[in-house]
């Protein structure tokens, strides 16, 4: 075979396994976020004025109209428009899209290692359980399409640099790239570290680094000025560059930072157990099944340990493989959003959250092999034998358990009923099961759930709001008011409440009810264009009642007349 033959099997073959691994899932339903971001949000069931899409957040407004995605949301326009609403277009689109990234892995690795090691670590990404919450779940394209641009990005960079100076229409290309990145989700902001990672690390130039980080500074200057363009507009568009108050992670929110700190240092050994052994995988890993850490702990010193010791491997290899230590780099650059030290994301653990960190760690898995495989020979024979047979054997465990949790997602009963199995010890487990049983109207079994939660972690009314949810949308805002009040009462600065309970007040046409509820939330600092669209909403229902009783009067004014004249 040709090396061109040869890396078109490459790539088959790894497109293939990343499609078998994710294939079980293409019959599924909408879950979870899907419901509310896609299904219940109007904004994206049409393309009639798509461009309103780039001036609209990505939850809808009853949810607190928080973050700010329009490219995602454009994908999901196109996709309903073309399946009718269908979830079967949906997640065929999800698989495509996987399959397209772990091509572009495989590309990136190419550049980097021999093809064998390129091979298998673009395998082990393909078929990692620890994707399948980002590939079943629809709203993870947000999460796969960042990837899949940033992954681009990075193979035009590398390229670029292997053929010298980076030209104007590579540059052009990835500043493209990285906006477009940046509004599929906010994370892909981490581009231009990366790119500096590869330049420090991997692209082979006999320069001094000082001097070739002068070649790339206008394009890291353009980087930034569109990172900075794409905050303004979040700014612009949201009102704030946090997430909201009540959004945020209930378990560091309002920490100090070295509360985060020591707290991320034990989820560091969730990380290293979800990157390396995957089998146990849950859709929440809230309270308290994730707590918080206050003082040294033998977890916390382990994860110390663990993180000092790969930054050393990765300083000692800088030299003698370099790849190795550009997939540290990478790992740690794309674990800085999800580590809550820069801001709290609302997450401790989210199984999603890891996908483009993973991949840095299967490139470091790849790269450390090649390296023992350079330095120590050839495997011959026996041993040869033993390691492709393990290799398949672990191949073949990532496509199973894969390919059975892809069914997990396939509405929100199953999900909801087997995370309260998989994290029994998480709040917002059982909080989510509650509302799937209020919508069956299974109501003792659901306050039994909510019991629960309140009981594992009492510091998050989140517990009843997310009900109050339920109740507002299952069986109507009667219901649903009374909650909203409660927990306004209580903390007049929660925006989901003050959302839902304008919400519910403007459904019910108390009008004036809705203006003072609106107007308390611009006092105690809620977003402003939040509360601008509601006041709208409150204005446009207002109205039109108004119409519709005076052509209701002048129907009985009509009638009263005819009566008359007969």
């Known amino acids: 075979m040709t ?5 078109i099997a490459l790539w088959a073959s790894v497109v293939s396994l990343a499609v078998a691994a994710s294939i079980s899932g293409i ?4 879950a979870f976020d899907d419901l509310p971001i896609i299904v219940e949000n109007g904004s994206t069931h049409s393309l009639a004025h798509w461009w309103q899409l780039f001036a609209q957040s990505y939850w809808p407004l009853i949810k607190g109209g928080d973050l700010y995605r329009p490219v995602t949301m454009l994908g999901f326009a196109i996709q309903w428009t073309i399946g009718g609403g269908s979830p079967f277009v949906f997640h065929v689109v999800s698989i495509l899209l996987y399959a397209l990234i772990c091509a572009a892995f495989l590309a990136i690795l190419l550049e980097l290692l021999p093809m064998w090691a390129a091979w298998l670590g673009a395998a082990l990404f393909a078929v990692h359980p620890l994707h399948v919450e980002a590939v079943a779940n629809v709203v993870g394209q947000s999460e796969l399409l960042a990837a899949l641009f940033m992954f681009v990005a990075l193979l035009v960079f590398l390229r670029a640099r292997r053929r010298g100076p980076i030209s104007l229409r ?7 790239l990285y906006l477009l990145g940046c509004l599929s989700k906010e994370h892909a902001i981490v581009l231009p570290a990366l790119l500096l990672a590869a330049e420090a690390t991997v692209v082979k130039n006999q320069g001094r680094l000082r001097d070739r980080l002068v070649a790339i500074r206008p394009l890291v200057l353009s980087l930034a000025v569109v990172g900075l363009a794409f905050l303004w507009v979040r700014i612009h568009v949201l009102g704030t560059t946090a997430a909201a108050s009540d959004e945020s ?8 930072f070295s509360i985060r700190v020591m707290t991320m240092l034990r989820v560091l050994l969730e990380w290293v157990r979800l990157f390396f052994w995957p089998a146990h995988l849950s859709a929440d890993y809230s309270p308290r099944a994730i707590e918080l850490v206050t003082g040294p702990s033998p977890e916390m010193l382990a994860s ?7 930054a050393v491997l990765a300083w000692m290899a800088r030299h003698r493989a370099p790849v190795a230590t550009f997939a540290f780099l990478w790992a740690a650059i794309a674990l800085l959003i999800p580590s809550n030290l820069i801001i709290p994301t609302g997450f401790s653990v989210a199984e999603r959250t890891l996908f483009f960190a993973s991949a840095g760690v ?14 120590r020979g050839a495997l011959t024979g026996t041993a040869r034998q033993l390691a492709i047979g393990a290799v398949g054997i672990v191949l073949l465990l990532g496509l199973i358990r894969s390919g059975f949790r892809q069914r997990v997602w396939r509405d929100n009963y199953t999900i909801f009923a087997q995370t309260v199995e ?11 099961y509650s509302a799937v049983l209020l919508q069956q109207k299974r109501r003792s079994e659901a306050l039994d759930e909510l019991r629960l939660a309140n009981a594992l972690f009492p510091a998050d009314p989140s517990a009843i709001e997310y009900v109050a949810d339920a109740y507002a949308r299952v069986e109507g805002c009667p219901r649903a008011i009374p909650i909203y009040a409660h927990i306004l009462a209580k903390d007049p600065r929660r925006a989901r409440s003050r959302v839902g309970l304008a919400a519910c007040l403007i459904a019910l046409h108390d009008h004036e009810g809705a203006r003072k509820t609106i107007r308390q939330g611009l006092a105690n ?4 264009s939040v509360m601008q669209q509601l006041m709208a909403m409150n204005d446009s229902s207002e109205a039109s009642l108004s119409s519709t009783s005076r052509l209701s009067s002048d129907g009985h004014d009509t009638l009263a007349d005819r009566n008359r004249d007969h």
């Open 27 to 30: 019959t599924n339903g909408f």
């Open 525 to 528: 600092g809620a977003s402003r």
């Open 3 to 7: 090396a061109r033959q040869i890396r």
């Open 422 to 432: 998989d994290s029994p010890a998480s709040y917002k487990a059982h909080v989510a």
């Open 304 to 310: 110390a340990a663990i993180l000092v010791g790969f």
């Open 170 to 176: 590579d540059t052009s290309i990835i500043l493209l």
């Open 362 to 375: 299967m490139l470091g898995v790849a790269a450390s092999a090649a390296y023992l495989m350079e330095n």
């Open 249 to 256: 992670n209930a378990l560091l929110l309002g920490q100090p």
